[in-house]
């Protein structure tokens, strides 16, 4: 089966391909780098409009559509920036991200990953998955966005301070995607 | 004649009757209270594909269709939260908005509105008014939004401190409507 991820994010494509190749065997990620506009809203809302979107700019394309949503929830910011998180980055990277925390006590956080998967002639399905930690001046030189600055509750590390293997043992990627694998086998 | 502006917010919608009023005679402000989904992006975007959106809902509505953008362009933030202000202030309020700051030197900003008019076939118009100031400590019970905690450099006051009158003369809002005002003196 091929799935068109679509995506602008080589980094991102490759982590999900990795996990999905170590799982599952018949099955082909292709990047489908479009630019679609997004909506504002909560999560999922954007999930399941970007699949919509995606869709009807993919025209007659062959498998199915995969869209992700990523987010960063700080808690004393009741889950903002979530996925406006891409602009705060942009704007002032993982440091500001930090910034935008130290006025306060609480720095816990949840990175959020949401995979909204499109098959021929099924309802669109969502794929959450979670990790907890919290934000820390940025440390480590490894993957992207905020990986840098967001330390995972359970090993204490940030995914920047991990290779991309064992990031794609723990991550909030991985286990959405996981959950989408579990999908998958039970077709 | 009739403008109906689509605004789920009674405060917005008496500021700019009220401005309009005084200075033009034959038109009328109607609240058009619809939820609209917006798109993510910069704010000239956001607010034509409001407009677009706006007149497929309003149907064959008489008069023509105006829709606003209000945003808070923090400078440390490069322009951010910008058109995400609403939900920053919906989850921390005004004094999470000076803590944002609180950690750099910066602590300018732009009020910025943009009003888009459709008339009856013509094309989407845009109007932008922008003030400068700076983010404070909240101060001043008056107003509604980011009101309290932004201070208006022409003055030193923030909007939360002036009468509602005394903002309809100065205010990021009354700039864009005057601009709209004079393009509808001209039709």
């Known amino acids: 089966m091929i799935i068109n991820f679509v995506s602008g994010n080589p980094g991102k494509v490759r982590e999900i391909s990795d996990i999905i190749k170590n799982s599952i065997s018949n099955i082909e990620i292709r990047q489908l780098d479009m630019d679609l506009p997004e909506y504002q809203g909560d999560s999922e809302f954007i999930v399941i409009k970007k ?82 930690g919290e934000i820390v001046k940025p440390r480590g030189n490894n993957g992207f966005g905020y990986d840098t600055c967001f330390q995972i509750n359970s090993i204490n590390k940030t995914y920047g301070e991990i290779t991309e293997q064992e990031k794609n043992e723990i991550s909030h990627r991985m286990k959405a995607t996981k959950l989408m694998i579990e999908f998958l086998k039970n077709l």
Do not use: W
């Open 51 to 132: 699949l919509e979107e995606a869709r009807k700019n993919a025209g007659n394309i062959e498998g199915a559509i995969l869209v992700e949503d990523s987010s960063l929830l700080l808690n004393v910011y009741k889950g903002l920036p979530g996925p406006y998180i891409k602009y705060f980055l942009k704007a002032v990277g993982p440091e500001g991200i930090y910034k935008m925390v130290t006025p306060y006590e609480d720095h816990t956080a949840t990175a959020q990953c949401i995979m909204g998967l499109q098959l021929p002639n099924d309802e669109p399905r969502l794929f959450t998955g979670k990790t907890e």
